[in-house]
């Protein structure tokens, strides 16, 4: 599969020495290794053999691609769990390392539902389930949400493409705001209908302190209810995380951090992520 890229030699050799023992001067080299090679993006494979094409500029593919993971941490306690598991629901999929590190572990019948609502990095997340050949992954451009609405989206700053988030604004149709773009949104539980999927075992979300509207739409109905809930958790900088906490409580969820300690608001979250369970 990979052989038939042109040049990945080049990539080969860039991840190599990016993956090598740190100097002084290696990320100076990089650089203009980067520049020698005429590498826009580079494809790389994460310790798991999973193949991605990534750009360095953003902070979750710079991990990637020098350390061979984002969230090992997170990465390790997912893919644990989708191995007793059947479909997967990825909310802010990125550019799809958990999408992809999870769809080889499910089941023959398995799915993973990747929601992504950033256009740059939906098309890596597609350009990366291409080239692995996974069939068991759908991707789905959009946000979700409590409500089947249109959001004006901020456009994420270079260094970070996960940084995409609801523009909150009085003027919702005023044209003359830069950098933002609209998208449509939806409730998780309409789309899991729609795609004929009747159960979810495990849910990731990283979506900037939305996560409680996505939660909405998914649980509110009570038509689902995933087992794993992982999430991220940041309540210095997230307005609803608390929310968030409280309402998976009155779900039914048992709180944990994500190497299985009982959760309580002075610990430290490991990767700012919390694990919701149902025990």
């Known amino acids: 599969m990979i052989q038939s890229i042109p040049k990945y030699w080049k990539d080969k050799l860039f991840v190599a020495y990016a993956r090598s023992n740190n100097h002084p001067i290696k990320l100076r080299l990089l650089g203009w290794l980067k520049n020698i090679l005429q590498l ?18 953003d902070y979750v593919q710079y991990a990637i691609l020098y350390q061979g993971c984002y969230e090992p941490l997170t990465l390790k306690l997912l893919t644990s769990l989708s191995k007793e598991s059947t479909n997967f629901l990825d909310i802010g999929s990125h550019t799809g390392q958990y999408a992809l590190e999870i769809a080889k572990n499910l089941n023959q019948n398995g799915k993973v ?5 950033n256009p740059r990095t939906f098309t890596y997340l597609l350009e990366n389930i291409r080239i692995n050949k996974f069939k ?12 089947t609405s249109l959001i004006r989206m901020q456009s994420p700053p270079e260094s970070n493409w996960g940084k995409s988030k609801e523009y909150q604004s009085n003027n919702f149709i005023d044209n003359n705001i830069n950098n933002t773009y609209f998208t449509a949104t939806f409730k998780l539980d309409n789309l899991l209908l729609y795609l004929n999927i009747n159960h979810i075992d495990i849910v990731k979300i990283d979506i900037e302190g939305h996560e409680i509207k996505a939660l909405k739409g998914l649980l509110d109905s009570n038509k689902y209810s995933p087992k794993h809930i992982i999430f991220e958790f940041i309540p210095d900088s997230f307005e609803d995380a608390e929310a968030t906490v409280n309402y998976l409580k009155e779900k039914g969820y048992s709180l944990y951090n994500i190497v299985g300690e009982v959760y309580n608001k002075n610990q430290n979250i490991p990767e700012c992520n919390l694990w919701a369970r149902k025990d």
């Open 40 to 57: 826009d993006r580079i494809l790389a494979k994460t310790d798991s053999g999973v193949y991605m094409y990534l750009n360095p500029i």
């Open 113 to 117: 539902i990747a929601i992504e609502p």
């Open 136 to 147: 068991n992954i759908i991707p789905i451009l959009g946000a979700a949400s409590d409500v």
